[in-house]
């Protein structure tokens, strides 16, 4: 009986140590997956920051561009109508692009 008692004792033993590292191996795998979840969702986090950044420097470029069209179309449209204000409507589109702070309508009634 007792041999009987220790073949089943050490079965046993056998088995529970199959199991834990089947267990560890199991929790190595799923440990494994989940770090390149997270390395491949920073990868695309990275590449969206970056899209994300183009975007914003493309709209400011095309708002500095807008506004210094504008500018130049306003003091363009000054000189047209007064023939003696050619020189200022050109110094003021030169300079308008430069001029932070001031709006449009505020540029064109300063006095050159």
């Known amino acids: 009986m007792k041999e009987e008692e220790k073949e089943e004792a050490e079965e046993k033993e056998e088995e529970e ?22 390395e491949e969702k920073i990868r695309l986090c990275g590449h969206e920051e970056e899209d994300r950044r183009r975007e914003d420097s493309l709209c400011n470029s095309a708002a ?21 204000a050619t020189g200022a409507a050109t110094a003021h589109a030169t300079a308008a692009p430069y001029e932070l702070g001031a709006s449009v309508a505020q540029w064109l009634a300063s006095p050159t």
């Open 64 to 84: 500095s561009a807008t506004t210094a069209t504008a500018a130049a179309n306003a003091a363009a449209a000054v000189a047209t109508s007064d023939p003696n």
């Open 17 to 38: 140590e199959e199991e834990k590292e089947e267990d560890n191996n199991d929790i190595k795998k799923k440990t494994a997956k989940k770090r390149r979840r997270g």
